[in-house]
């Protein structure tokens, strides 16, 4: 019955991990289309001014703002989908000088330095955005866009990421290996007589 449980939650963990994983790439997709279509109005003003002499002045209101806030949303989304892919920079010059056994202590040991720190970063952002909601804080561009919008995606990626954290964190004090382990790190395991 628990091994069920557990599958069960390990499937919804993964899948709600990729579906934010995509939903930042759905978000750098939004930020190319709107660049492109930037261009395509720069290109016809240019044409426009060559052909008449006169430009006509085409642009997308506030399109720097939107992809700002397009640019934070795939940032923050894509923070526990990276971690559990093992995309994340990690300076593993101290942990291949470690044996195993001492190599899973320092990852527990870096996990419960991270996990607080992300779960007070998730809970600041939330505060921040319910206060942006609260007093109707607004963006100081052309199109004025309520702050709590981009604040959300940002406080739905750190709370994601402090999952995918704690997910970590029980996974290698239950004894097994961190999912984000590198390739790099990998090869080092199977040269390791102590593995």
């Known amino acids: 019955m628990w091994e069920v449980k557990e599958s069960l939650l390990r499937r919804n963990l993964n ?17 190319f289309l709107l660049v492109l279509c930037q261009v395509g109005l720069n290109l016809i003003d240019r044409l426009s ?27 923050f989304l894509a923070l526990a989908h990276t971690l559990r892919q093992g995309g994340h920079i990690r300076v593993s010059l101290v942990i291949a000088q470690l044996d195993r056994k001492m190599r899973h202590i320092f990852e527990i040991w870096c996990l419960l330095l991270t996990t607080p720190v992300s779960a007070y970063f998730t809970w600041y952002t939330i505060s921040l955005t319910r206060e942006s909601y609260t007093y109707h804080d607004l963006s100081p561009g052309m199109v004025a866009v309520p ?4 604040q959300s995606a940002m406080s739905l990626g750190l709370a994601i990421l402090t999952i995918a954290l704690i997910d970590e964190l029980l996974a290698t004090l239950r004894g097994g290996k961190p999912s984000y382990a590198g390739a790099g790190e990998r090869l ?8």
């Not at 930042?24 to 997709?29: D, L, S």
């Not at 430009?55 to 720097?64: D, E, K």
Request: hydrophobic share 55%.
């Open 188 to 195: 080092l395991d199977d040269d390791d007589p102590t593995s």
């Open 15 to 31: 899948r709600l991990y990729l579906w934010s994983g995509w939903l930042a790439g759905a978000f750098i997709a939004a930020i």
């Open 147 to 150: 702050l709590w919008i981009p």
């Open 49 to 75: 001014g060559l052909m008449t002499g006169k430009a006509v002045g085409l642009t997308i209101p506030s399109y720097a703002d939107f992809t700002g806030f397009f640019l934070a949303a795939a940032s």
